[in-house]
């Protein structure tokens, strides 16, 4: 394969971004399909920015926002990444990518995803089973096999527990206790303590659950319902790592680019 070839995308969160920017610095041409309202939280690191703001950077690569699949080539063109709002990615099938990845994060079974979708289909964490919906999988659990690729069997279910960062998991994230309008009253990158008021859904207050960073917020004005991801903290206290791409997402781009080579 050659590495100017087309790779597409589902998902432009922090996660999906932080693969697109890696195979973008490859040399790959790379497109990414988005929600007509992104839900992801870590939105300073996430080319999703795009579908609000009309475009989006992350470090050194910029993401702009196309109405029209025919669109994509002109952004590339001008060495950035189009993104398209394609809540079921039918459109970016119609460019016949060579690679597809399904980076979504949602943790359960992809019936929207096939083999035949691409040369090369790769499936980020639970619900994907090469040789069933994905030919390969990708690790995304915290731990020893993070970025490692799977050709065959299934990366690890989920926990339903965020990985560790200093010692935290389930307080690092905060998930809508009840359905309503969402307000943030802290911006990413301040800091926070441990019971400080910093967001509200309708009259319902959000607390801080430990003393950290705000790395990421759902967008304002949304309309969440229980349960949902809508704030996270990083109990490191480094302001910077809310302007640059995770650890995490570095792996992921990182089993995804061996993927592809070693397909091809």
């Not at 926070?192 to 990421?216: P, S």
Request: glycine residues 10%; contains cysteine.
């Amino acid at each position: 394969m050659k590495r100017e070839q087309l790779v597409a995308i589902k998902g432009a969160g922090d996660l999906a971004s932080g693969i697109a920017l890696r195979l973008w610095r490859s040399g790959y041409r790379v497109i990414l399909s988005e929600l007509p309202v992104p839900l992801c939280i870590r939105r300073t690191v996430a080319f999703a920015d795009a579908v609000i703001d009309g475009s989006a950077k992350v470090e050194d690569a910029e993401s702009v926002l196309i109405s029209d699949i025919s669109k994509a080539a002109a952004v590339w063109e001008d060495r950035k990444l189009p993104v398209i709002v394609d809540e079921n990615a039918e459109k970016i099938l119609t460019l016949a990518p060579d690679v597809l990845i399904d980076a979504r994060i949602i943790k359960t079974w992809r019936e929207d995803t096939h083999l035949r979708d691409a040369a090369l289909v790769i499936g980020m964490g639970p619900g994907f089973t090469a040789g069933s919906n994905a030919h390969c999988v990708i690790e995304t659990n915290r731990g020893h096999n993070m970025g490692r690729v799977f050709w065959k069997g299934s990366a690890e279910p989920d926990t339903g527990v965020p990985g560790t960062i200093k010692g935290e998991g389930i307080k690092r994230v905060i998930k809508a206790p009840c359905p309503g309008v969402f307000k943030p009253l802290v911006e990413i990158g301040d800091s926070v303590k441990t019971g400080e008021v910093i967001a509200k859904i309708g009259a319902t207050n959000i607390e801080a659950t430990l003393d950290g960073i705000v790395r990421g917020i759902i967008y304002p004005g949304i309309n969440v319902w229980d349960g949902l991801k809508i704030m996270d903290i990083d109990p490191r206290g480094k302001r910077e790592h809310c302007f640059t791409v995770s650890d995490k997402a570095t792996a992921l781009g990182g089993g995804v680019l061996e993927a592809i080579l070693t397909r091809f």
